[in-house]
Nanobody, 118 residues
C-alpha cells in the first residue's frame, strides 16, 4: 500500500500563488508517476498535472500549462504543485495521486482545499 499526504492548501486572493505538497510513504518503490487532480463543487474530478518519478517527465492539462508547475523530489517521494496567478475558478479540492503497476492512478490522498477569493 501507498499512503499520500497533501499539504499547502488554503485561502488566497486572486492573483496569488500557492504551492501544494504531497508526500508518499509505504511501498513507494512501485510508484512510477505522481500527479494532481482537482474537484470543484458540483463538478467532476479533473486531471491537473503529473510527473514521472524517474525521468521527471511532466504533463499538464492544457488549460493550466504556464500557470501551474509540477515538480518532484524523487528521493523523498514528494511532488509539488506550484500554482501562480490563481483565479476564483481554481477553487477546488486538490487531490494527490500515485500510479503503480499497470493500474494507472490507483492511490489517492485525502485532498486539500484551495479557495481563491476574487
Amino acid at each position: 500500500q501507498v499512503q499520500l499526504v497533501e499539504s499547502g492548501g488554503g485561502l488566497v486572493q486572486a492573483g496569488d500563488s500557492l504551492t501544494l505538497s504531497c508526500a508518499a510513504s509505504g511501498r513507494t518503490e512501485s510508484v512510477y508517476e505522481m500527479g494532481w487532480f482537482r474537484q470543484a463543487p458540483g463538478k467532476e474530478r479533473e486531471f491537473v498535472a503529473a510527473i514521472t518519478m524517474s525521468g521527471g517527465y511532466a504533463r499538464y492539462r492544457v488549460s493550466m500549462r504556464g500557470r501551474f508547475t509540477i515538480s518532484r523530489d524523487s528521493a523523498k517521494k514528494t511532488v509539488f504543485l506550484q500554482m501562480n496567478s490563481l483565479k476564483p475558478e481554481d477553487t477546488a479540492v486538490y487531490y494527490c495521486a500515485a500510479a503503480s503497476g499497470n493500474s494507472g492512478f490507483n492511490y489517492w490522498g485525502q485532498g486539500t482545499q484551495v479557495t481563491v477569493s476574487s
